[in-house]
């Protein structure tokens, strides 16, 4: 040991540092002793011995130990409905309607003209009924705890039709026939991978069959020798059996995208009027809600769902209900809801807006990364239009002796992240995904990294 490290201060006296006491008026006094203690153990672990200034070193380890896990990210990958990066953004109204609900009583399970106990089931029903045209409505944590309750309340024990075509892994841990199982129904598989007729269905529908379900194929496309009943074709066929038909439409799409050609996915409002009994889908995808999974159909139907007890195991909390009340309401305009919904405002941005903004952002960018304009392609993300492409224009940057990937990494670390895409030896930056203002706090980042 040498005199440098043998001559370490005491905890009390770093405590009484005045600049160490200046944190106390930020921080419980046990959490700025414990970070004393550790810049103690580490200037006796370390070679370099002591760090040159206690008081930062402290700082620095009590910001790092106060950080919360859950943070805000700068998505510059260009994948507007990232699963991993939580998905969709929420419109301002959104968020505003969760802070006033957030902070104090509501009335979520109370009938104001009463004075006795309501039903939160009654918060978004209205909004949904009115914005898909279903007769009643249902909202759940999300749209796999959907699928499981609807499964559940119509065919526990019984069997339920299902296209082979259709038994997909949504991601992770999410594989349908694993759900359908989970929720008490017997999965009966019908046709084949790539075809399945009317015909298929057709014959497997005998006494044990409580349902037909369409799961829609999320996050692939099939093509080539391939063939798939129309909903409205199926719907007409559950009708004459008398058998409930589930479709879950997966991204929760309510607008109309098709003027931007963004027409594979399909809208909830068309299921239903396919004449699905209950459409089901997520409040966080294209609908650019809050964590949710809906459940929109025929009064019964919503109903044995809504009384059913796995319901009060998924049921939604008060700030989603909030958040994904007011995002609901942007729909009753088409173009408010383009303008304020900020996954819809993202994959509508316009060619030229996005050159903009890549030329501001390359702008802000250090020269020594020598930041270039690249054209290049954003994704839908979430499962959601897989085939779709959209034009963008993307910030190239050159990492030099650190490296895509090193650079890429001191990005994610810095205060606040910055998640990037790397490809052909390059970091590149998706202005589509990224805040308007962004421009600024990404060249910080970077300036940041290329210290760090
Ligand atoms: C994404 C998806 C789900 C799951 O939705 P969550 O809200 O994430 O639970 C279910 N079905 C389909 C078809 C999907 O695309």
């Not at 510059?76 to 990232?82: D, P, R």
């Not at 998706?430 to 421009?439: F, I, K, S, V, W």
Request: hydrophobic share 45%.
């Amino acid at each position: 040991m040498n005199d440098r490290r043998r001559a370490l201060p005491s905890v009390d006296r770093l405590l009484h540092e005045p600049e160490v006491q200046t944190l106390l008026a930020a921080a419980p006094r046990a959490a700025v002793v414990t970070a004393i203690r550790e810049a103690l153990d580490a200037a006796r672990t370390r070679r370099a011995g002591p760090p040159e200034d206690w008081a930062t070193d402290i700082r620095e380890r009590l910001a790092e130990r106060r950080r919360p896990g859950l943070r805000p990210v700068l998505n510059a990958t260009g994948v507007v409905v990232h699963t991993n990066l939580g998905r969709a953004p929420l419109a301002e109204s959104a968020v505003q309607a969760m802070t006033a609900i957030a902070a104090g009583y509501s009335n979520l399970e109370f009938d104001l003209d009463t004075g006795t106990r309501g039903s939160r089931t009654d918060h978004c029903r209205e909004l949904l009924r009115r914005v898909t045209g279903a007769p009643d409505a249902l909202v759940v944590n999300n749209a796999a705890g959907a699928l499981v309750l609807a499964l559940n309340a119509l065919a526990a024990g019984r069997d339920v039709l299902i296209s082979r075509g259709e038994l997909i892994e949504i991601g992770g841990s999410f594989r349908i026939p694993d759900i359908m199982t989970r929720s008490g129904a017997r999965l009966r598989e019908v046709g084949t991978t790539n075809r399945t007729h009317l015909d298929d269905y057709r014959q497997a529908l005998d006494g044990d069959v409580a349902a037909m379900l369409t799961v829609h194929r999320s996050n692939f496309a099939q093509v080539g020798f391939v063939a798939s009943p129309e909903p409205a074709a199926l719907a007409a066929l559950a009708v004459e059996a008398e058998v409930p038909y589930l479709h879950d439409v997966g991204s929760g799409l309510l607008a109309d995208l098709a003027p931007w050609g963004l027409t594979s996915e399909p809208r909830v409002a068309d299921a239903l009027a396919a004449g699905a009994g209950l459409v089901l889908f997520s409040g966080d995808k294209l609908l650019g809600g809050p964590q949710a999974g809906c459940v929109v159909g025929g009064s019964a139907l919503v109903a044995r769902c809504r009384d059913n007890p796995l319901a009060r195991a998924m049921r939604a909390d008060k700030l989603t209900l909030a958040a994904l009340g007011a995002t609901l309401a942007l729909y009753e305009d088409a173009d408010t809801s383009v303008r304020e919904i900020p996954v819809l405002r993202m994959l509508t941005l316009a060619a030229a807006e996005l050159e903009q903004r890549a030329t501001r952002l390359a702008a802000e960018c250090p020269s020594v990364l020598g930041p270039t304009l690249v054209p290049g392609e954003s994704a839908v993300g979430g499962g959601s239009f897989p085939n779709a492409a959209l034009p963008t224009t993307l910030v190239a940057l050159d990492a030099g002796a650190l490296g895509p990937d090193g650079l890429a990494l001191r990005l994610r670390l810095g205060d606040p992240p910055v998640i990037a895409r790397v490809s052909a030896g390059r970091v590149l930056l998706d202005p589509r995904t990224l805040p308007d203002d962004a421009a600024p706090h990404i060249g910080r980042a970077l300036a940041q990294a290329l210290l760090a």
